[in-house]
């Protein structure tokens, strides 16, 4: 909550600047995740649990703000609710990795799904880049 008036300043400089700190955010926030992990150290916890939380209010702000952005007006509450039913899928990621953990090491997983971020912020901002 405490990170949306910041995306929402980084939204009116431009709307797909959020997304990347957002994305940004996550990426080194699984990043400091891999590393609580390995270094079996719970007090690092508040070093993951920052970033990670940043990301969240940034990338719900842009992608609130996207929706709000393509949809006519008779669509809008329809397609916000999809919105919100995909990000709130994310909640179940906790869940998918405990089990994942069984036969794959945690910091493993974490470092995967720091690098899909990565991926997604290396594509947020190419676009950017071949639309300016």
């Known amino acids: 909550m405490a990170a949306q008036p910041i995306a929402r300043r980084l939204e009116a400089r431009h709307p797909r600047l959020v ?4 994305l940004a955010a996550v990426t080194a926030g699984m990043l400091a995740a891999a590393l609580t992990v390995v ?6 916890n508040a070093a993951a649990a ?3 939380g940043l990301g969240y209010g940034f990338v719900l702000t842009y992608s609130l703000g996207e929706t709000a952005r393509i949809a006519a007006p008779d669509e809008l509450a329809g397609l916000t609710a999809v919105a919100y039913a995909v990000i709130y899928a994310g909640m179940f990621t906790p ?3 405990t089990v994942l953990a069984e036969v794959v090491p945690m910091a493993l997983l974490l470092t995967v799904l720091s690098g899909l971020a990565a991926l997604c912020l290396l594509r947020a901002t190419r676009q950017a880049v071949l639309r300016s």
């Open 39 to 44: 270094l079996r150290e719970p007090a690092l």
């Open 50 to 52: 920052v970033p990670l």
């Open 19 to 22: 997304a990347r700190a957002g």
């Open 95 to 97: 869940l998918l990795l």
